[in-house]
Nanobody
């Protein structure tokens, strides 16, 4: 059974940091890209960052470049999202998702992802 379990969300003041974790099981981790997406109330889900577990390529939305860092521990089947200098507009439910690598793909397009976690709430107060 495929499972993606997010953790690490919470309430933080603007300028603070959080590290999200996405623990994966039930599939061959190295064959997948793992993406982080977020959805704020009343807004569409948007891609935040993604990492390809086959070659380590990383991708970021412009809104988080320089503040967020994605990394992967393939031995633990876990992907992390280090979020620094958080802003109130980062407030959202954050989801991780897995996409089977099989050629060209859009790393921040949620429509291409096969499996999803349940989400973790991140709230940034001003």
């Amino acid at each position: 059974e495929v499972q993606l379990v997010e953790s690490g969300g919470g309430l933080v003041q603007a300028g603070g940091s959080l590290r999200l974790s996405c623990a994966a099981s039930g599939f061959t981790f190295d064959d997948y890209a793992i993406g982080w997406f977020r959805q704020a109330p009343g807004k569409e889900r948007e891609g935040v960052s993604s990492i390809s577990n086959d070659d380590g390529s990383t991708y970021y939305a412009d809104s988080v470049k320089g503040r967020f860092t994605i990394s992967s521990d393939n031995a633990k089947n876990t992907v992390y999202l280090q979020m620094n200098n958080l802003k109130p507009e980062d407030t959202a439910v954050y989801y991780c998702a897995a996409l089977l690598l099989s050629g060209y793909y859009l790393p921040l397009d949620f429509g291409g992802y096969d499996y999803w976690g349940q989400g973790t709430q991140v709230t940034v107060s001003s």
